[in-house]
């Protein structure tokens, strides 16, 4: 408390950021002490939307969000397709158990004036640069254990000196898990002065970037409390971090606080709301305030008795959702373990690590799995909040809003698995917003890996998650337009026009069509043809065809209009089958098996396309191919399979012999097999003959060579499902067995007479009787 007199009095209450006991404390503090301004710890400039906090729509954890939107002046010229500028922004969350959200609720249900009083945002996003010299001085300045101690954990200095190893089990016990007694804040207060004092008495050099940063946010602390006494407020409280309590309490001059201040690097800020996640509260996700259970300090705030008993009553809830045995009784006893657990080690209320312990041994009958789904579904628990209507929007995050609103997509914080049927109008607009979403760098939605690749295009699988950074992306990408398609359209624009490689190219064009920007198609298509037109690297060529087909089957599902893109295929496909048998020449083994795999994506992507003209063209060329003698094994092999597959080969067991032959080299007969079963092996379940073939040449090859291609064969059999393996084993197996005696069936063939009497059996038992 700071006594100015006989009217006028400031209470200052030292604060851990996030913390159930401690909003609690300051909620019944400022009813106690009836304030007639509160101030807190945050950016000034969001005194203009903090009445935001009293609607209904506001319900928390949210975050106040600065930004700089003048980052955005390279938008007219990006790098490469890449965002419009460099991220300037900061946030400050808030969750329901925050003591400064606790102090805002107070003040606006008082109808008492809130005001933020830390180093105003615009300040603190001007200096980042200023930041890391700060920092690179301090990495060279000398800064013993103590110092380390004090200025990155003081609350772990503190814990130490009461005899405890870590420092958040000692602040739940000695502030969070307290319900009721004394107020904490004097004695927070003399613990940090106790520290600060032992801080000031250290060497100054080891301490000087750190504190100008601090006494730069302490001073504009004291010239924002000075005004608000100025004003004639008699009783005003300060709810800041526990740390600042001792210089809010000093008396400095308000002309020291000045020259501090003068000077500031100062940038053009804009404020708002946006919600935040339990999850992101969190200290596991970087955020240097964060807490260890986000889940549990607030289940500890809103419990209004018996938080022990409530918690493990939700945890067993837990695990039935998941078909997990859990009764009564096991809750019954876990609670009595919990509690036997903190009274053993002293504690107040049993912690979160007795109750994991008890969860533990009884609920989860000492398995891991259900105690992780209760730490991701409880401990940290994600929960989204929600801003109202009213909030300082850009246009582009009011339009995302609007879109969701109309297309029922609502965000969660927890992974949602979306199925979409594009034959469904509301299903393929959802698919285009996400697509067009990604565009911008917005990846809420992120497809299913085999997305793309499945010819099954009438179907997609998303799955959705909303993280709070995307607003901050959103409020980027306004720089390239006021709505979701405009923004998108721009952008796709632009990453047209600084694509550097054809395949960047077709990408964008895939894209387009996925999203259905019918603006930028014809600037994307107009610099895929000029740039395909150029390139004469068949391989460059072959890695943009399979993305293009794509497009046009998925234009043609969507009713996109694909005709340019039609022209530029035709074109790729007619130079593909021209530039491939010169490039096919003198290759090392990882030039013929990167060429393998374009050749494979080609003949997949031309399948997919399914036209006649240019199947026959493909075919045509790979018969060409096939028999030089300048072709390496592996690509020789491939290209007999896909003929093989395609019915243009009928010799194809003389083909295996000649190229398995005594005659041939180990390495080469090795890399034809494994080129030729590239494509799967059941083949060799179907057809003994090469099946035969196959394990002729491998029994005959001398044991050095045997040992130089077993790697190959590995490679080749390892790529094969269990199943398939397994057939051929017993196909092999199989191999030198007698021909059964004549008349009887042989090996896999239909034995008539037994199976008609099983057919018989079997038409009896379902009462069919056969017509007279």
Sequence with gaps: MVDRGEKVRVEVYGIRHHGPGSARAVRRALEEFRPDAVLIEGPPEADAIVHLAGDAGMVPPVALLAYAPGRQDAAAAPAEGSGPGERQAAFWPFAEFSPEWQAIQHALSAGVPVRFCDLPAAHQLARAEEDEEGREEDREGPEDEEVRAIRLDPLGWLAKAAGYDDAERWWDDVVEHRHDGPSPFPAI??????????LAALPEESLAGHLRREEQREAHMRRTLRRTLKEGYERVAVVCGAWHVPALLRKVPATRDDRTLRGLPKAKVAMTWVPWTHGRLANRSGYGAGVRSPGWYHHLFTAGDRPVER????????????????????????VRLADALAALRGRPLAGLDEITEATRAVLCEGAELPVELIQRKLVVGERLGAVPDETPM???????????GRLRLKASALNKELDLDLRKPTDLERSRLLHRLRLLDVDWGVPQEDF?????????TWTLMWR?????????????GTTVQGAATARAKAMAAHAQALSDLTSVAERCLLADLGGALPDVMRALGDRAALDTDVEHLMTALPPLVRALRYGDVRGTATGPLRTVVDGLVVRVCVGLPPALSGLDDDAARELLGHVDAVNGALSLLDDPGHIERWQRTLEGAVD???LHGLLEGRLTRLLLDAGRLPDIAARMARSVSVGAAP?????WVEGFLSGGGLILVHDDDLLRLV???????????FTDVLPLLRRTFGGYAAAERRAIGERVRRLGTPRAAAGAPEDGELDHARAERAAATALHILGWKAPA
């Design 189 to 198: 207060a003399e613990a940090m002065t106790e520290l600060r004092d032992r």
């Design 311 to 334: 918690w493990l009553t939700q945890a067993a809830r837990v695990l039935r959702e998941e078909d997990l045995h859990v009764s009564s009784a096991h809750v019954i006893e876990a």
């Design 394 to 404: 850009v246009p582009l995050q009011r339009d995302l809003k609007a879109e969701q």
């Design 452 to 460: 793309g690749r499945s010819k099954g295009t009438f179907r997609e």
């Design 468 to 480: 709070p950074e995307f607003d901050v992306e959103l409020i980027e990408a306004s720089a390239w």
């Design 628 to 630: 030089r003698q300048d």
């Design 667 to 671: 390495d080469r007969a090795a890399a």
């Design 695 to 705: 394990d002729e040449w491998i029994a005959g090859l001398p044991g050095d060579s």
